[in-house]
């Protein structure tokens, strides 16, 4: 799948809120909050056209029984898929959608990771350009490579994070 860095657009977040609804059905009492995170978070950012969907759920075993439903909406099911304590769908193949990433309320580790790298971006204009502009350039040396692409922000995006939430506890 090639790798296709996007301009910002108003309409990720309306996207977003359309999800959001249909989520909220489906979760009901189990959903504790949804955020949009990941860079179509972020105004201005430039962004794989992405959906990411942080979902914050009071048991994460309880999870597996909406499954069915989420499927309906035309996600794939991926468990895990390499975080522990994560459950994780998938939306689209070609284009990808959304991602949905599920953890339970007192996973605070993954959670404030996530919203601290959002709001950081969104504070920090130049760091959000500084970003953008290393995604395109990765996208233009890796069309079809997902897992070069990956790695080559893996170093940035630890050093953001890092960044975030040290800045996030001072706020």
Not at 23 to 39: A, Q, T, V
Not at 90 to 117: C, M, W, Y
């Amino acid at each position: 799948m090639e790798i296709e860095i996007h301009n910002p657009h108003h309409e990720w977040q309306q996207v977003f809120e359309i999800e959001r609804i249909k989520l909220e059905k489906i979760f009901e009492k189990e959903m504790l909050s949804i955020h949009h995170i990941g860079s179509t978070a972020v105004p201005g950012l430039k962004a794989k056209p992405i959906i990411d969907i942080l979902l914050v759920v009071e048991n994460i075993e309880k999870v597996n029984k909406f499954n069915k439903r989420i499927e309906d909406l035309g996600y794939e099911v991926l468990g895990e898929n390499g975080i522990k304590g994560r459950r994780f769908f998938i939306k689209g193949e070609k284009p990808r959608t959304h991602h949905i990433h599920v953890f339970q309320k007192d996973n605070s580790l993954d959670i404030n990771r996530h919203l601290a790298v959002r709001n950081y971006l969104i504070y920090h204009h130049d760091v959000a350009n500084e970003y953008g502009k290393l995604k395109v350039k990765l996208a233009q040396q890796f069309p079809n490579d997902r897992a070069g692409y990956c790695n080559g922000k893996a170093h940035f995006l630890k050093q953001l994070e890092q960044k975030a939430l040290e800045w996030e506890l001072k706020r």
